[in-house]
Every structure is written in C-alpha cells, then in structure tokens.
C-alpha cells in the first residue's frame, strides 16, 4: 500500500480512507482522532473522537461535557481497530495528554507526531519515538537558529530578577494549556516555595493538572483586594492576551515576561514588550526534530505546521524523501 493511500491531506485535516477518519480535524467531521488539547488541534462539534482520557477530560473543561457526539478513551500503547485500520497512541511530550497517533494498514505504518518536545518535563509523560515507514513530524521551530537552552536556566534568570527586584511583581505570560502548569512546576522544582498568582483563565485547567498527581504547589487568585502592594515581589501567571488588557495594569511596576520558543528572537520579544524573554518551549528545536526524524527510522518523512520547508530540504541532504504537508489552520498555542 502507498502511503498516500493510508493518510493525505484533506481541507478538513489528515484523512485516512480506509479507517475513514481524521487526525486533528480542523472542521467539524464524523470521526476524530485527536493528538491533544490545544485549541488549533482540538475542536469541538465532531461526531465521534477518540483521544487519551487526559485530552478528552481538557476538552471538556474547555468546550464542556458535549463537545462531541461520542467519546472513546484510547490508551497509551494500545492497539485499536478503526474500521480495520490499526491505531494506537504513544506519548509526544508536548503537554498533559498528548499523543503521537501510530496508523498501521496492510503493512504500511504512518506515525503523526501532532506537537511534540524532546525535554524533560514533570508535568506530562515524555516523548516515545515510534519506528515506522513514513514520521509525520511537526516543525514550528524547524530553522537552524532555534535551539532551546535549558529550561531550569530560563525558570533560574526569573527568580535571580524577582530576588533583585523584590518591590515589583512578575507576570508571566505562558498558554493556558501546558506551558503556564509546566513553568508552574519549574518554579516548584526551583526550591521557589511561595504562592504563585494565576489568572482566572489558568484556574480549571491547573486544579485539573494538580487531580492528576502534578503538584504546583499553592495557587492563589491574582485578583486585587487591597493596594498594589499585595502583589509586590509577587510571581504572576497569565495568558498572554492578558498582558494587554487592564488585568496586567493592577500590579506594582510589573516587569513582562514571557516563557516560549519565540523569545529566541529578539525583535519579537521587543515587539511584545517583553522586558524578561524566557525561552521555554513546548515543541522540539532544530537538533531535536532533526534527532527524531533519525530515531523512527522513517524512509520518508512529511513536515507540518511550521518552518517545513528547511526541514524538508536537510532531509533531502540526507538522501531522506520529504515534503511539505501545506496544511492550514494549525496555530502556535503552545509554542
């Protein structure tokens, strides 16, 4: 069987005739297979998904209970018949749930990345690289420039300015799924032992982090009671469209941070005003993905979602066969 004829693109998302199905579906269709929860990969009103119990349950704290017409939870490393068509999910390390999705049909096997990481992180299982035939890998940082530091560095340069400037508070701006739980418990491993402020927008899905055994320690609500002073010295965790509403102007002098991948590039950073760039990210760099493609073994391989068109071209320096994917409607909610 040709791969194409196991999974193509289709306008909706990755199609794959013979299960008759959907990886990461960006319209409404009868029958999804869902890497994760974020946003620009999960959406509600599909007929039938089938995901991790984890990514199911952040689905319905972020769509509510009927996001879908049926659910079915499928576990890691088991093996589940679609319509003939054998699946099965594998953990990618990107956040609480997610999965790489494996697609094995008369001797082809297809593996799906979704996003992914490569580094240690306590708050969701690590990455399992899968062998197969044809890597579906993701490429949001797929340039040479982009190599991630280490993160107890970047969680290191925001405590070391919370201890110069004890007056001030810190907001930090992290995605509500994933990188604010992720910074959250990089803090705690830090030794840092005070409450951390959250957003509102962050409280369900971290209370959901916590029932599942991730202890972030104390949360406290970053609502103003008093004066300004409460807050001094203080750490605040936010979503980044927070930072440009009123919320953020309720804190004494904050320095902006903002804990993600683009912080590599500086203008960028600039741009937000962003005075504390903390490059913490939730997706593989260039070693990394590069790392990847050689561990699944993979004879072909097919970019996604990103910069595809480098990672396309060192595959073919290679002697890899690669090519793009073009597919539309897959942001960077958890860069």
Request: hydrophobic fraction near 40%; charge should be negative.
């Amino acid at each position: 069987m040709r791969a194409s004829d196991l999974l193509h693109p289709r306008p909706e998302g990755l199609y794959c005739p013979p299960g008759d199905f959907f990886i990461d579906p960006v319209r409404p269709v009868n029958r999804a297979l869902i890497t994760h929860g974020h946003s620009d990969h999960a959406r509600s009103g599909h007929r039938s998904v089938l995901a991790t119990q984890q990514t199911l349950d952040i689905m319905g704290l972020r769509y509510g209970e009927d996001f879908a017409g049926t659910t079915q939870a499928a576990r890691l490393g088991e093996t589940i018949a679609v319509n003939g068509v054998s699946v099965s999910f594998h953990p990618a390390g990107h956040v609480l749930g997610s999965a790489q999705i494996s697609v094995e049909h008369q001797g082809m096997c297809i593996v799906a990345s979704g996003d992914y990481k490569r580094r240690r992180d306590a708050t969701c299982a690590p990455f399992e690289p899968i062998r197969c035939d044809v890597f579906i890998t993701e490429a949001t940082f797929g340039l040479p420039v982009f190599r991630h530091p280490p993160d107890t560095e970047e969680i290191a340069r925001l405590l070391k300015s919370a201890a110069q400037f004890p007056e001030r508070s810190h907001l930090v701006g992290a995605y509500a799924l994933g990188k604010a739980q992720r910074v959250m418990r990089l803090l705690r491993d830090a030794g840092y032992d005070k409450p951390l402020y959250i957003h509102g927008a962050l409280t369900r899905l971290s209370e959901y982090y916590q029932s599942q055994g991730i202890d972030l320690g104390t949360l406290e609500p970053a609502t103003v009671e008093g004066g300004k002073g409460d807050f001094a010295g203080a750490i605040v965790v936010g979503p980044p469209s927070a930072f440009a509403d009123r919320w953020a102007r309720r804190f004494p002098d904050p320095i902006s941070c903002f804990a993600s991948g683009w912080m590599r590039i500086r203008q960028r950073a600039k741009q937000g005003g962003v005075e504390l760039p903390l490059i913490i990210s939730d997706h593989a760099d260039w070693d990394e993905l590069i790392a990847t493609i050689k561990e699944t073994g993979a004879e072909e391989i097919w970019v996604t979602h990103g910069r595809e068109e480098a990672l396309v071209r060192w595959c073919e320096l290679e002697g890899i066969a690669a090519k793009p994917l073009h597919l539309v409607g897959y942001e960077d909610e958890g860069d």
